[in-house]
């Protein structure tokens, strides 16, 4: 996502949360996760778009197959700087 769009949706979720229109931490996330535009990049609706400071992103799923074998997904995004990213991934059968 963009900055000047992420700039737009921060001040649009502070709006309602002033208002008090959140009932919760769930509510506030769910609302903050329903406004980022979809994506074509499957790992853009769970992980960060670069900002100043992040480095590294990684997300583990564990999921059992049927069967019954553990199956172990590593997401890795990296960082570089300038809007610049990599993104990885690897399964592991446990």
């Known amino acids: 996502m963009d900055n000047k769009l ?7 979720f502070e709006k309602f949360e002033r208002a008090g229109s959140f009932g919760g931490a769930k509510q506030k996330r769910d609302w903050w996760e329903s406004s980022k535009p979809e994506s074509e990049w499957e790992y853009d609706a769970y992980m960060d778009q670069p900002s100043e400071g992040l480095v590294m992103q990684e997300r583990i799923t564990y999921k059992r197959r049927e069967d019954g074998k553990i199956e172990r997904e590593k997401v890795t995004r990296t960082f570089y700087g300038n809007n610049d990213y ?9």
Do not use: F, G, M, V
Not at 6 to 12: G, M, R, V
């Open 86 to 94: 990599q993104d990885s991934s690897s399964t592991t059968i446990i």
């Open 6 to 12: 992420e700039n737009k949706l921060q001040q649009e």
